[in-house]
């Protein structure tokens, strides 16, 4: 089972994000304690496409259950190619005034979640963005690569 929305490229529907999230856990008897990791990556991935994106077609979210956790799937009509499992690198070591603005969410997300794929379809120009969150704990660096999926 699964559950689908779309939101509007904007940020205040963070709001809406959080209830759908929060509903489809409850729905489908996701562990409540996964949410507030999975609540960050969303916000953390949907603020990166609402600034940088030039699309304005909705974002899709799904979110489905899985043994002890869940899968959700960010899909991005009119997307340029950005895959986030290639982020730059951030020294965190640096104190925070000398470090570059921006990155630390993208640096963040492999480390909070089990895995991470990319895919982007160039004939339909359509990203997406799969990750999965189980109450194992993830391992550093889980981030896996996978551009020959289709949206």
Do not use: H, W
């Not at 794929?117 to 660096?141: D, H, L, N």
């Amino acid at each position: 089972m699964s559950e689908n929305a779309s939101f509007a490229r904007r940020i205040d529907v963070l709001a809406e994000i959080f209830a759908f999230t929060t509903a489809a856990f409850a729905r489908q008897g996701v562990p409540a304690a996964l949410l507030a990791d999975v609540d960050f990556v969303l916000e953390e991935l949907f603020t990166n496409i609402v600034k940088y994106s030039r699309g304005k077609a909705p974002v899709a979210i799904e979110i489905a259950a899985i043994p002890q956790g869940v899968q959700v799937t960010l899909t991005e009509p009119e997307a340029d190619r950005f895959d986030v499992t290639q982020a730059p690198p951030v020294d965190i070591a640096l104190p925070a005034v000398q470090r570059q603005p921006g990155g630390l969410g993208l640096y963040l997300i492999p480390r909070l979640v089990d895995s991470v794929q990319y895919a982007y379809s160039e004939g339909e120009r359509c990203g997406r963005i799969v990750f999965r969150k189980t109450s194992a704990a993830p391992s550093p660096g889980a981030a896996e690569r996978n551009g020959k999926e289709r949206c």
